[in-house]
């Protein structure tokens, strides 16, 4: 007998593919129903924030340098850091050999900035004039201590790849503004200068077991910022119209017949880059925006691809409707020689940041649009390798951090949180990254208890079983 069959004309294969949706029969109507398909399809509640730009630093900035004012650790130079802080802290296997743990207080001075007195490095003075717009959780923790697992859970809300990301679950939740243009789209830029930058992995944008009509497109540099979404050479947009037609039409067949939700997905995928085709050339050319725009974003601005670039992009997103903007800087990942190292990536981030902003501000987009800065966990306060004066390194360190947020229902000029004297612990209202994105998805005007979505027999959401909305942020 031949095990791939089952009887006559009728294969193992195509057995379990049409036996396999009648489990699912049941929900089908609702898979296929747009308001029931996710939560709801529209807020569960009044919205403040119609869109969020999410600039995640990959990498981890170090909370000490930029945005956690320590002063008394001045007079700590070089003491080593008290066990009883540490406690039984788990570390990486970069210092966990090291005999010593010296103290490095941060190089750069810090200074009060606006009417609410917020302490910020020198290292933003551009994003330090909207100091009265910010709200900085210092708060912020996460259990992963290492890149890839701890960006990860900032963007899934699990270590472990194979769930959705924020930006699907927003897309799955709320739909798209824009017939055009996807709900959700990614970008990535290099550091200019030369420092550790981590690679970063697509499941970062990725639906997870959410349809692949909720993934994340992500734009690229170059004359094709959406990879083979151009006609090749000799396919008119009359032929490429006809060859979808048809394929839809085949796929309809099948959809039809196995009853696949993702076939579906994939016509709508389809249906979705044909219409891309005239709007996403005129989106990423900047070469309409006045000279007054790259000088306002800074001197990398021309340069396709960079984060300054990609700023203004975001911008343009933001105006045509697109639900939720990543933005990946790359590079903040600094073992050592972590001064020159962050100077130089404060170069690339602070001044678009600030222009973005600002833009976002004068054209009323603000009281609608949530901004995140941010990575995936914090630095040490004691030195990776040697410590001089002048230099030194700073090892990965999740028990606290900084990210800020701006506009649409946040308090701006207000602190949230509270570290130690070695911003090492949390003495005051932590803020888990499960509790960050339950806020976030709050200001959607989603509640993130109830977007949920089921998969192999159970009901997961984005903040798996925790989060809490972090109502002390909330303007």
């Not at 830029?189 to 981590?198: F, I, K, L, V, Y």
């Not at 839809?248 to 044909?274: G, S, V, W």
């Not at 009281?367 to 030195?383: H, M, N, P, Q």
């Amino acid at each position: 007998m031949n095990p791939e069959t089952l009887h006559t004309g009728l294969s193992r294969r195509h057995f379990l593919s049409r036996t396999s949706t009648g489990i699912g029969a049941a929900a089908l109507a609702s898979l296929l129903n747009p308001r029931l398909f996710a939560a709801t399809q529209t807020p569960h509640f009044a919205p403040k924030a119609k869109r969020i730009i999410w600039l995640t630093q990959a990498g981890a900035p170090s909370q000490l340098d930029l945005f956690d004012y320590k002063p008394g650790l001045a007079p700590q130079f070089d003491k080593d850091l008290p066990g009883s802080v540490r406690g039984e802290q788990r570390l990486t296997g970069m210092t966990a050999g090291q005999k010593r743990f010296p103290i490095a207080p941060s190089v750069f001075k810090f200074q009060q900035h606006g009417q609410s007195g917020l302490w910020l490095s020198e290292l933003l003075p551009q994003t330090a004039k909207f100091a009265d717009d910010l709200c900085v959780i210092r708060s912020l923790h996460t259990e992963a201590i290492n890149h890839d697992p701890a960006m990860t859970l900032l963007q899934t809300g699990h270590q472990i790849g194979g769930r959705p990301s924020f930006g699907a679950w927003a897309s799955y939740g709320l739909g798209s503004e824009n017939s055009d243009l996807p709900a959700f789209v990614a970008m990535i830029s290099r550091p200019s200068g030369p420092t550790n930058a981590q690679p970063l992995h697509e499941r970062m944008w990725g639906s997870g077991f959410l349809p692949s009509r909720y993934q994340g497109v992500r734009f690229s540099s170059g004359k094709d910022p959406v990879l083979f979404l151009s006609n090749p050479p000799g396919i008119t947009s009359t032929r490429r119209r006809a060859m979808l037609d048809d394929v839809a039409a085949l796929n309809r067949l099948k959809f039809t017949e196995y009853q696949d939700p993702e076939t579906q997905a994939r016509i709508d995928q389809y249906e979705m880059a044909f219409r891309m085709q005239s709007a996403v050339p005129e989106l990423a050319d900047l070469s309409k925006e006045p000279a007054s725009i790259f000088e306002r974003y800074g001197p990398e601005s021309k340069k396709p691809g960079t984060y300054a670039a990609n700023c203004i992009l975001a911008r343009r997103l933001a105006e045509r409707g697109v639900r939720f903007i990543q933005l990946y800087h790359r590079g903040w990942d600094q073992h050592n020689n972590l001064p020159s190292g962050i100077r130089s990536q404060c170069y690339d981030t602070d001044q678009p940041t600030a222009a973005l902003l600002g833009e976002l501000k004068e054209r009323g987009m603000l009281e609608d649009t949530l901004v995140i800065w941010g990575g995936e966990f914090g630095r040490s306060v004691y030195s990776q390798g040697t410590l001089t004066k002048d230099n030194y390194g700073r090892d990965h360190h999740p028990r606290c951090y900084s990210v800020w947020m701006a506009g649409a229902g946040v308090k701006g000029g207000h602190v949230f949180g509270e570290t130690d004297d070695f911003s090492y612990n949390i003495v005051k209202d932590p803020v888990h990254i499960h509790d960050l994105n339950a806020t976030a998805l709050h200001l959607l005007g989603i509640d993130h208890l109830r977007l949920t979505y089921r998969f192999q027999g159970r009901d997961y959401r984005l903040t798996d079983v925790h989060g809490e909305v972090v109502k002390g942020i909330l303007a």
